[in-house]
């Protein structure tokens, strides 16, 4: 297996997959995640119960509670920092994105910093969420 780090870091098509996954929490469009996860391996490490998500399985439970979740939030946005940590090694790619969200939680502004590790696998064509882990490093209400 070759290993190729690149200072570059990751190109569109491997940043299409985690671009999806935060609109659609912006949004709450279903749609958006089509073809985004692995058709195989998924885990998920979040910050709510049950904390690990796995299989197809977890990955239909986890787009349950991220639906209700991510719908009980106002005005969402996401900005990503620059990615980190970026390794390819064939035909599977790692970085971190730094992120930050803000948004209306209880009719409460607040500003959210932490960041996405994923894993994606080139799968059919494009680079695919195969696990992803989030970490919240601060969290501020603005208001």
């Known amino acids: 297996m070759s290993e190729h780090p690149t200072a570059e870091g990751p190109d569109a098509a491997m940043m299409a997959a985690p671009q999806a996954l935060a609109r659609f929490l912006e949004t709450v469009d279903e ?14 490490l979040e910050n709510f119960p049950p904390h690990v998500f796995l299989g197809q399985t977890g990955l239909a439970q986890w787009r349950d509670i991220m639906t209700g979740h991510a719908g009980s939030i106002g005005a969402l946005k996401h900005e990503f920092g620059a990615p ?17 969200w803000a948004g209306l939680r209880d009719g409460r502004r607040f500003v959210e910093h932490g960041g996405w590790t994923f ?12 696990s992803y882990g989030w970490a919240v490093t601060s969290f501020v209400w603005v208001d």
């Open 84 to 100: 980190q940590d970026f390794v390819l090694t064939e035909e599977t790619v790692h970085f971190t994105l730094p992120t930050q």
């Open 119 to 130: 894993v994606q696998a080139r799968e059919v064509g494009a680079w695919r969420i195969r």
């Open 31 to 44: 749609r958006l995640l089509d073809g985004v996860f692995s058709a195989s391996e998924v885990t998920i």
